[in-house]
């Protein structure tokens, strides 16, 4: 697939992940509206992952000619959603809260910033 279309792919899914996350971090828990922007931003979040794992690593040790350090949050996400999503079902708020707040600092705050280190796309376009 298209290198390009998969970074406007990846940004389509993982800039409203962001902003629907940022609010779910901040308000009111349990509610209807938590709820299901919760299952939209793990929505967003598990096809994010998934682009991303399609996408060859541009920087730094590669394996298997196209796996990076960055591709580590992905298999973060792709764990940490599906668990959360069980820990909620069950209950588990403090499971369900611990995965969530990985997936956020990990999947979108810290790839986030590695995705605009020098030398990536996303710092070329930006700066």
Do not use: C, E, Q
């Amino acid at each position: 697939m298209n290198y390009i279309l998969l970074v406007y792919l990846h940004l389509a899914t993982v800039v409203p992940a962001f902003f629907i996350g940022t609010y779910l971090l901040l308000y009111r828990k349990g509610t209807r509206a938590h709820k299901l922007l919760g299952k939209v931003y793990m929505l967003l979040m598990l096809l994010t992952a998934s682009i991303t794992l399609l996408m060859s690593s541009a920087l730094g040790p590669v394996l298997l000619n196209h796996f990076g350090f960055i591709h580590l949050f992905s298999l973060l996400v792709l764990y940490s959603v599906p668990a959360a999503y069980i820990a909620a079902r069950k209950n588990d708020i403090k499971a369900h809260r611990n995965n969530m707040i990985g997936v956020y600092v990990g999947g979108i705050l810290i790839a986030g910033a590695f995705a605009f280190m020098p030398g990536r796309l996303l710092h070329s376009w930006l700066f």
